[in-house]
């Protein structure tokens, strides 16, 4: 017969494993819903251990939450190099590179807080999105962004946001396929606003000046006009 010996997990270890755990469970069902005796149960420990590493469900909940917007945020950080639409393409990749590997933390973390009427928990997920916000921003050089780009790029990271919240049900649509068309729809953005205003054309036309033919601006203009053509025909 043979003796399963159970490793002795050390105090950090475990604690990310009851993260791990949780956002997974907290994912699928409302947090008031699960127990601390299910949380235990798929960590494969006592339930008087999980008040060892936590004192409640809400001080657990909060920690999973923390460690996903954290990880999230990381994702939007990007070297000022090269044209707009290349970064802004790397940031989508990795954006669905955590959507993708770590969807049951994106949904607690973007869905999550509101059920519990944590203020903490909200506060995680703007910050995320303020983030977001602050390095786009920090891309484009703007220092006192005008009123129309602080709604085309806000726009932008809530319209990232839900276009990740509905592919992650069923993946229907191609991975690739989306992350660029999340760049193309900044682009798109930020021409309809600079035909309603010169300091926006102005902000577009220093974009565009940088732009390769075949990077990702260059790709949605070539759709565009093939579109146009389709169109005339």
Do not use: C
């Not at 601390?36 to 006592?46: F, L, M, P, V």
């Not at 869905?111 to 891309?139: F, K, L």
């Amino acid at each position: 017969m043979t003796t399963v010996v159970r490793r002795r997990m050390g105090v950090e270890e475990r604690k990310r494993q009851l993260i791990s755990v949780a956002l997974e469970l907290f994912s699928h069902r409302s947090p008031e819903d699960v127990s601390i005796d299910e949380i235990a149960a798929a960590a494969g420990i006592s339930r008087p251990l999980v008040y060892h590493y936590f004192p409640g469900k809400q001080s657990l909940y909060e920690a999973a939450l923390r460690h996903a917007a954290d990880e999230l945020a990381d994702r939007f950080t990007e070297p000022h190099e090269g044209p707009l639409g290349a970064r802004l393409l790397r940031v989508m990749g990795r954006f669905f590179d955590f959507v993708d590997g770590h969807g049951p933390g994106f949904f607690a973390l973007m869905r999550g807080g509101p059920a519990v009427g944590s203020s903490t928990a909200n506060a995680m997920i703007d910050e995320v999105r303020q983030t977001a916000y602050e390095q786009i921003m920090a891309h484009l050089g703007v220092r006192n962004p005008p009123a129309r780009l602080e709604l085309i790029v806000r726009s932008w990271v809530s319209l990232a946001e839900s276009t990740a919240l509905i592919w992650l049900d069923g993946r229907r649509i191609p991975r690739g396929e989306l992350e660029s068309q999340l760049v193309h729809d900044f682009a798109a953005l930020t021409a309809v606003s600079a035909a309603y205003d010169d300091e926006m054309a102005g902000i577009l036309l220093r974009i565009v000046a940088d732009e390769p033919a075949d990077g990702p601006f260059g790709d949605l203009l070539g759709r565009l006009t093939r579109l146009g053509q389709r169109a005339q025909a």
